[in-house]
């Protein structure tokens, strides 16, 4: 199983960016799934993540408003709509998912994280 994400970039204040991300892979199933942030010099922190049923929920409350996290169940890819974009937002965003594994002879859980996109907003 395999995360591929995109659609970082360099964007002006008050810009808007859309990251997308891909899992591919045969014999899995995703249930959560999620983006966590690292700005420069700070810890990776939890910005949302979304279940198979689309619920949602948002962990870093400045983004709230601004940040809209979905999902294409049938393409296996989550998405983070940024509007209203920030300096303070930074960062190098990184997706993840949670999955269960089919292939072997018993199902097993297992999470993996894409590469890490880089977003940068300038005041």
């Known amino acids: 199983v395999q995360l591929q994400a995109s659609g970082g970039g360099l964007v002006q204040a008050g810009g808007s960016l859309k990251l997308s991300c891909a899992v591919s892979?045969?014999?899995?199933?995703?249930?959560?799934m999620g983006w966590f942030r690292q700005p420069p010099g700070k810890e990776r922190e939890l910005v949302a993540h979304?279940?198979?049923?689309?619920?949602?929920?948002y962990a870093v409350g400045s983004i709230k408003g601004r940040f809209t996290i979905s999902r294409d169940n049938a393409k296996n890819t989550v998405f983070l709509q940024m509007n209203s974009l920030k300096p303070e937002d930074t960062a190098v965003y990184y997706c993840y998912a949670n999955y269960l594994d089919f292939t072997g002879p018993s199902v097993v859980a297992g999470k993996t994280w894409g590469q890490g996109t880089q977003v940068t907003v300038s005041s």
């Open positions: 892979g045969r014999g899995f199933s995703t249930y959560n």
């Open positions: 979304i279940n198979r049923d689309g619920g949602s929920t």
